[in-house]
């Protein structure tokens, strides 16, 4: 059974850096599209960013777009979420998730079967 164990998260300061990894386990049918979400306090879950099977294709929400990269290491099984310029409005709880696809990047929450427990970001002033 596939597992997703995310790590990295912590308390970081305003335009500082974290780096988020996710470990896949269980995964024997070659790599799937991944994606990052995060969940603010009182606020639905959302994607961030998104890549595909090969790492060659990636996507962002708006509002991180030039400061997050996501990339993947297929032969580790890992995927990152490099957060730089981090921001207040950054603070969540960030989860990663595997897709049912391998191709492309799908900004909906129900094309990702399996999700990790979460790795809480949060960025202060």
């Known amino acids: 059974q596939v597992q997703l164990v995310e790590s990295g998260g912590g308390l970081v300061q305003v335009g500082g850096s974290v780096r988020l990894s996710c470990v896949v386990s269980g995964r024997t049918s070659g790599s799937r599209s991944m994606g990052w979400f995060r969940q603010a306090p009182g606020k639905e879950r959302k994607f961030v960013a998104g890549i595909g099977f090969d790492g060659d294709t990636t996507a962002y929400e708006d509002t991180v777009k030039g400061r997050f990269t996501i990339s993947r290491d297929n032969a580790k099984n890992t995927v990152y979420l490099q957060m730089d310029s981090l921001k207040p409005d950054d603070t969540a709880v960030y989860y990663c998730?595997?897709?049912?696809?391998?191709?492309?990047?799908?900004?909906?929450?129900?094309?990702?079967?399996?999700w990790g427990q979460g790795t809480q970001v949060t960025v202060s002033s």
């Open positions: 998730a595997e897709s049912r696809y391998r191709v492309g990047v799908d900004r909906d929450s129900t094309a990702y079967d399996y």
